[in-house]
């Protein structure tokens, strides 16, 4: 990846999150299952979604500074299958500190969400679920999968691209994401899942995430192949149990 791509803010987020460095130990997680979660969802009629706790991010304005426990638990009571939560500080207001709160706080299955470059930033958090960004890793996407999964760490690889899905395929990911937003422009299309996800072959459960504000976004994802979604700031943004219900029960 040419760094140069990038839009000025994802540039010093990875310069950031190059000079964060590791955990003391290496970490070892019994984790909540998002198959099984996603799974349930389905069955009490409810589309399968990841809420985002994401205080703030290059593209929102403001911070919410409401306790992240609070909306979690907001989360949670909307319907949400499981979390995601920021822990990148400089840029999203995240903290380890937060996603470890959340996840002794709720029963569903928590996604560690985060620039992770190298196998020592896996080191640094236990949750049930970490992203693995094809676009950053390069090469390196094959060894931290199995990096983090030696750890007992579900994974899920980000990709935006048909070139990038592919080779999320080919390392054996099992949950894709297709990003909407281009990390180079930071603008987001939600054609952009719609170009992608046909070529994901069956086996695969596919993620639809950002720019899904309203029900006919997630209906259309649901058209377009999603099986689940990932959502933050529409959630974010008022109501946060209000908001999740919303999108959770958008086939009625
Ligand atoms: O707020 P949105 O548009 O619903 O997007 C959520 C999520 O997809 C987005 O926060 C995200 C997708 N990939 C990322 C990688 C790092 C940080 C954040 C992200």
Do not use: C, W, Y
Not at 16 to 42: C, K, N, T, W, Y
């Amino acid at each position: 990846m040419n760094a140069d791509e990038m839009a000025p803010e994802v540039r010093s987020i990875l310069d950031a999150a190059r000079d964060r460095g590791g955990g003391d130990g290496r970490v070892s997680v019994d984790p909540r299952s998002l198959a099984d979660a996603f799974a349930s969802a389905e069955a009490d009629g409810r589309v399968p979604l990841i809420a985002e706790v994401k205080p703030t991010s290059p593209t929102t304005d403001g911070e919410r500074r409401d306790d992240p426990v609070d909306l979690a638990r907001e989360m949670v009571a909307g319907g949400a299958a499981a979390l995601s939560v920021l822990t990148e500080p400089d840029h999203f207001g995240g903290s380890v500190e937060t996603l470890e709160r959340v996840r002794a706080a709720v029963d569903v299955p928590v996604l560690r969400k985060d620039f992770l470059l190298d196998e020592a930033a896996l080191d640094v958090a236990e949750a049930d679920v970490v992203l693995l960004i094809a676009r950053f890793l390069g090469d390196d996407l094959e060894p931290m999968l199995a990096a983090a999964r030696d750890r007992g760490f579900q994974v899920l690889v980000e990709t935006h691209t048909r070139a990038e899905l592919d080779r999320a395929v080919a390392a054996g990911a099992e949950f894709i994401g297709v990003n909407n937003r281009d990390l180079a422009e930071l603008e987001v299309d939600l054609a952009t899942f719609e170009s992608v996800a046909p070529t994901a072959p069956e086996s695969v459960t596919l993620i639809a995430e950002s720019g899904i504000h309203t029900v006919d976004d997630v209906r259309r994802m649901r058209t377009a192949g999603a099986d689940a979604l990932l959502v933050g700031s529409a959630i974010m943004d008022g109501d946060v149990e209000q908001n999740t219900h919303r999108l959770t029960h958008a086939r009625d």
